[in-house]
């Protein structure tokens, strides 16, 4: 009876390592895919405003979608009350921002940008705390810090630096996905 025990005790200490690990390689996809398109964009807002924001009407809603393919595809391998916890997390963000806070505080502007970057941190450490990984809360508290100075003490290099930090995202992201699949 205690060998069957410590058995399932086993198999389920490796099914959860199985899906934080499949949760962290997802969130390495997401920095790859936000990473790129953040820098790009970001970088466009600061050389031309106008080219900037045509580039995040189809940006925005097409890497939102390529998000929720991504999610879902993990969601079937990641059966867990952790995985369902993200996924609702993610999915209400993105319905209470569609339907509520973008209409209120549109991204036009630095405000409007400065308040989407900070839910996307929220999001992204509250998803570490869920799946106690620690390099989501940091990432997420640390995109929040820089989005606060940059908008707070250097309004007039926050889009070069969400440049800055999108590049080093898309890095850090190949870089744990690398190291997460060796």
Request: glycine share 14%; charged share 15%; net charge positive.
């Amino acid at each position: 009876m205690r060998e069957e025990a410590e058995k399932l005790l086993r198999q389920a200490q490796e099914a959860e390592r199985e899906a934080r690990l499949r949760v962290a390689l997802l969130g390495g996809w997401l920095l790859v895919l936000w990473g790129g398109l953040w820098a790009a964009g970001s970088l466009l807002l600061a050389l031309d405003p106008g080219l900037g924001g045509r580039f995040w009407l189809l940006a925005g809603p097409l890497g939102t979608l390529l998000s929720f393919h991504l999610g879902l595809r993990q969601a079937g391998r990641v059966r867990s009350e952790a995985g369902r916890k993200t996924f609702a997390l993610w999915g209400l963000l993105v319905l209470f921002g569609l339907l509520h806070w973008l209409p209120l505080l549109p991204p036009l502007d630095l405000r409007g940008e400065s308040f989407l970057i900070s839910l996307v941190a929220f999001g992204y450490a509250y998803t570490g705390v869920l799946w106690r990984l620690g390099e989501f809360v940091w990432g997420g508290l640390g995109l929040f810090a820089l989005d606060l100075l940059l908008f707070r003490l250097f309004p007039g290099l926050f889009h070069e630096g969400m440049a800055l930090l999108g590049l080093l995202a898309l890095v850090l992201g190949g870089v744990w996905t690398r190291r997460w699949t060796r």
